[in-house]
């Protein structure tokens, strides 16, 4: 079993950042991804990184503006969001993945419970 927390989000003007963590407790070990859901819209998959952290996968959407990582030694997961814009606005989740091909975010275990970020224009 594992337990993940989100943090880091807020309100910030389109152009700015944000560093989004998720801290696991329990089971660690995991490839982790981050997704998010905007009002009215699909849960989508932002980002992925393997457990070793030797391996990220970022949906084009995001690609060159977010980036994942990961700190084994704190058992934390990041998102470093750069360069936010208005379509940005959601609210972010951790996650566990498996399978062969975790990376495409289909395999969910656990989820967080997200935390809300909003860009304003």
């Known amino acids: 079993q594992v337990q993940l927390v989100e943090s880091g989000g807020g309100l910030v003007q389109a152009g700015g950042s944000l560093r989004l963590s998720c801290a696991a407790s329990g089971r660690t070990g995991f490839h982790m991804g981050w997704f998010r859901q905007a009002p009215g819209k699909d849960r989508e998959f932002v980002a992925a990184?393997?457990?070793?952290?030797?391996?990220?996968y970022h949906a084009d959407s995001v690609k060159g503006r977010f980036t994942i990582s990961r700190d084994n030694a704190k058992n934390t997961v990041y998102l470093q969001m750069n360069s936010l814009k208005s379509e940005d606005t959601a609210v972010y989740y951790c996650?566990?993945?498996?399978?062969?091909?975790?990376?495409?975010?289909?395999?969910?275990?656990?989820w967080g419970q997200g935390t809300q970020v909003t860009v304003s224009s």
């Open positions: 990184i393997s457990w070793s952290g030797g391996s990220t």
């Open positions: 996650a566990t993945l498996y399978g062969i091909r975790w990376y495409d975010g289909r395999s969910v275990g656990s």
